[in-house]
């Protein structure tokens, strides 16, 4: 009755086992293949979200910099403007700025450390009162810009930690 003999039918087993699992084997790296191309288009939309929610933040910081920016600005030049109301002209002529007063001036707007004092730097610099106030008034006003530079640059930082999360 067994009209198959042994190794063939051992062979035709195997032959099929082998059809199996490369048929098994074909079928799940497709279906890993579309998992992973589902994922891939997940992070995408992900990125491509959070890439959004950076820029509306960055807008919303980058106006409301300018926006401060420009008040400062405009304190600081009707400060500016000022000045020769505050420091009047006789204050000018009663007040002598002397050179050691520029130079350590000088030295601090710099970041340096001042040259030690000479007998030179008594005499007068030939320097107004009133240019010393609107120099130092420009000054600050810098100072102020830079301060909103930098509280706009934290809140932008803080932003992108958020729109990541």
């Known amino acids: ?42 992070q995408a939309l992900q990125a491509a979200a959070v890439r959004e929610r950076q820029a509306q933040a960055t807008v919303k910081v980058v106006t409301q910099y300018v926006d401060r920016v420009r008040v400062v600005r405009e304190k600081g030049d009707t400060i500016i403007k000022e000045v020769p109301v505050y420091v009047p002209v006789q204050a000018d002529a009663a007040c002598t700025i002397n050179r050691g007063f520029v130079r350590l001036h000088d030295a601090a707007a710099a970041g340096d450390l001042p040259e030690p004092a000479r007998d030179a730097d008594a005499a007068a610099a030939g320097i107004a009162l009133s240019a010393v106030a609107g120099t130092l008034a420009a000054n600050y006003q810098t100072c102020h810009e830079n301060a909103e530079q930098l509280r706009a640059l934290q809140a932008w930082v803080s932003e992108m930690a958020s729109t990541t999360k």
């Open 1 to 42: 009755m067994n009209l198959i003999p042994w190794p063939y039918r051992l062979l035709t087993l195997a032959a099929l086992s082998v059809a199996l699992v490369g048929f098994g084997w074909i079928k799940g790296a497709s279906h890993v293949q579309a998992q992973w191309d589902a994922a891939i288009q997940q």
